[in-house]
Structure formats: C-alpha cells, structure tokens
C-alpha cells in the first residue's frame, strides 16, 4: 500500500516529511520541474501559464534570460556571494543604479538600507525606525492590511487568522477603515483625523502610518488617489510618519514603478521586497527619508542583508526602467483585463462579481461563498496558475509576470472564462 501511495500520489513525499504549515502545494497539487517567462511546467510535463508570479516576486518572469545571462557571468568570475553589509561592486552598482534609474527621474531622495532578504525584514526596520525617530510607540494601520508574518509585521496586519498565528497579543498598534471600508459614502480619512483631533477619542499619536495603496492580500482594495493624498495631509499635519508597503503592488505591479506615484504623494519610508530582487532571488530595500535615517551603526542588521546575487540580479532588472515604455505596456495589459473582468461581471450576475485593482494586480470579489477557490481550482485543472485573497479567500487574484505577451495574457483570460462558465453550472439553483 505504501509503495503504490509513493507511485500514485506526486505530492507523498511532502506530505510525509513537510510541515503541516504548507500551503500553496495544496492548492496546486503537482510537482513542477522546470519554468521559463510566464509559463511553468510540472514533471509530467503540462504547461502551466503563470496568473500568480512567485505572489508577486516574478514580475520580469521565471528565468529571464538577461537576467540570467549577468547572473551567470558573475558566478564564473567567482564574485562575492556574501557579505553581511560590507561594501561590494555588486551593491555599489545596484545603488547608483537604483539612484539613476529610479530615485533622480523622480525627484526622490532616499537613503537605501538593506534590512535583510524578505518583506516582513523590510517592515520590521520601518516600524522600529518610525518608532526611534518620533519617540512615540503606537503605529496605525488598516482593516484588511497584510505586512508580514513576524510579529510587529503581524501587529499591523489585519487577517484574524494571521494573527491569531502569532500565539501572543499583539500590541503598540490601532487599527483604522482603508478606504472605501465603511462604504462609498464614508471618508475614512476624515474619520481617522478626527480620533487624532479629539482628546477623549482613546487614540493616542501614532508614531507612524503604514499602508499599501493596493491591498494585495486583503483582497485587492485599491484606495483612491484622493483618499492617499489626504492621509499624507494628516501625517503632515500631526508629524506621523508615513510608510508605504509597496512590497507587493512595487516594482511597476499597478504600472508606474512605485504605486503611489499617481498620488503625487512622497512617503517618508518605502518598503520594498519581491521583485526588487529581479530573479524571485530574495531582497528587501528599506528606503528612508535622509532626515529620518537615524540609526546607530548596527542597530537593525541580519546575516542575510547582502545577498550579493540579488544585488547583479536587481541591477539588471532596472534596465526595463531606463524609459517609460514599459510602465505604458504594463498599464496597457491592465486596461485590457479591466475589460475582460467587467464583461465576465456582467455576464454571470449570479456570482455577483465586483471587479477591483489597478495595473496588473486585479481581480473579481464574488458574493457566493467559496466560488473563487473554485473557479482558481477550476483554471489550475485547465493549466492556469491562479490564487484567491482577501479575509475570506473570496476574490480571484490575476498576478501574471509584467513582461506576459498578449498570447499568452489572451490565452490565461480564456481559461478563467472557461473556468467560471463551469463554475456556474455548479451553482446553486434558487
């Protein structure tokens, strides 16, 4: 019996010696071998088209070949892999690339600190120096936010499950309405100025606000240009600091290389990780205002702070941001699925579908319960890689990889077509 398990199931050594705590292996149960572009294949060899980008980690696509040809050269000349913070070429050339590339044709100013190789890293560092620069202790945060798995990354995050995975109270944090939560009606930054005005409100100065302009996990919810510029006013006004997590909807996901730059907002610290890195290799950059940039040397580190391959693989992927030719392509893809995904609204009105995002992170939240695990598990049979998000796994979530040609966005948008059109002839009859 155990023999035939190991020769019928693809997942039995996993499910033998991994942890309970896996999760996407579940939803996607096969054993993928090899990837190129936005396309993966398992060992069977089906073709999979690539809807879900490493959550984001993969907007220039699984093995891009530039990318892999610098990679390549720097390992046969047998450059630094490691090296804690110490000064490499590696990292001197992503930082004056970053500046060039990035920061100067945008009239920013940041300092670049590498507070280690993942997002949570990223938002760690952010919150400790918000902390350390006003002398205050509580951080606001959103309904429905997600900022990471460690615990103060945890503490500003919204998911009760999530949280409930931290086994501890989580403190020094209030929670407050994103944008449109209390409905179209309701300006929640109006209703967040006036807790910080009122003395009797029970909410005490925060020493930062931390945000993502499109709340990737929490179910794509996009806040308004408007409603960002007016939280900025209340920072400014109050003197709390504003950090943007543009972990996930960065690295040009909602098209223009930070998604807060439509706002004309400037945050006083960026968090950056997932393709920053260029390759799916981990990085995270914590960007910094210089006034604000008041660490003792030392004071936040990790071992893992200089990855030097993800330093060659980063540097290279600036290259797609040399002009604005691909942020217009990015933003050309995401008309075309805002298209798709409001005919497939008003073509099944059964699921109550409510299409939501911007750029190339969009998706539909739909009102039947567990449809949208459905209709990704539907996809993934038709070879369609396909997450869910939000609080109950109700919305389906389209992150392919930005450099997707037409062919291939064409030919992943049918699949899900196809996949909600037998998903209806599930639905219940009323």
């Not at 993969?58 to 110490?86: R, V």
């Not at 408007?226 to 003197?239: A, M, V």
Request: glycine residues 10%; contains cysteine; hydrophobic residues 35%.
């Amino acid at each position: 019996m155990k023999i035939l398990e190991e020769v019928t199931n693809p997942l039995y050594v996993f499910e033998q010696l991994e942890s309970e705590v896996r999760s996407y292996c579940r939803s996607f149960p096969t054993v993928f071998s090899r990837s190129s572009g936005y396309k993966v294949w398992d060992r069977k060899g089906k073709e999979y088209i690539d809807f879900f980008a490493g959550a984001g980690s993969l907007n220039y696509g699984h093995n891009n070949p530039k990318i892999k040809q610098k990679l390549i050269e720097y390992l046969m000349k047998d450059g630094i892999t490691h090296s804690l913070d110490m000064a490499t070429e590696a990292k001197e050339e992503l930082l004056v690339g970053f500046r060039d590339v990035i920061l100067k044709p945008r009239k920013l100013n940041y300092k670049v600190m590498f507070p280690g190789p993942t997002g949570t890293n990223s938002v760690e560092s952010a919150l400790k120096l918000a902390r350390k620069v006003t002398g205050r202790e509580i951080v606001m945060s959103f309904t429905n936010a997600f900022h990471g798995m460690t615990v103060g990354s945890l503490s500003v995050t919204g998911n009760k499950f999530k949280r409930r995975g931290a086994g501890m109270s989580l403190t020094n944090t209030v929670s407050m309405p994103f944008d449109g939560y209390l409905g179209n009606q309701v300006n929640t930054a109006e209703y967040i100025e006036r807790f910080l005005e009122d003395n009797g409100s029970g909410v005490s100065l925060p020493a930062a606000i931390i945000l993502e302009t499109v709340q990737g996990e929490g179910g794509i919810n996009a806040a308004s240009f408007e409603w960002l510029k007016e939280i900025e006013s209340i920072c400014r006004r109050w003197e709390i600091l504003l950090i943007v997590d543009d972990v996930q909807v960065g690295c040009g996901r909602t098209g223009p290389f930070f998604s807060f730059e439509p706002a004309g907002i400037q945050p006083d610290i960026i968090c950056l990780s997932k393709s920053i890195g260029g390759y799916g290799i981990p990085l995270a950059l914590t960007l910094i205002k210089p006034e604000h940039d008041v660490w003792e040397p030392g004071e936040h580190n990790g071992t893992f702070r200089g990855h030097n391959l993800a330093f060659v693989a980063g540097r290279e992927a600036l290259q797609y941001w040399e002009t604005d030719q691909f942020s217009k392509q990015i933003q050309q893809k995401g008309e075309k699925v805002n298209r798709f995904l409001r005919q497939l609204v008003e073509r099944y009105p059964e699921m109550r579908g409510e299409v939501r995002g911007r750029g190339l992170i969009q998706g539909i939240a739909l009102g039947v319960d567990g449809l949208a695990e459905k209709i990704c598990a539907a996809a993934f049979d038709k070879g369609l890689i396909m997450e869910t998000s939000g609080p109950s796994s109700e919305v389906i979530k389209l992150l392919p990889p930005l450099i997707i040609d037409n062919e291939g966005l064409e030919k992943g948008l049918q699949i899900i077509a196809a996949s909600f059109e037998q998903c209806r002839r599930d639905l219940p009859v009323n």
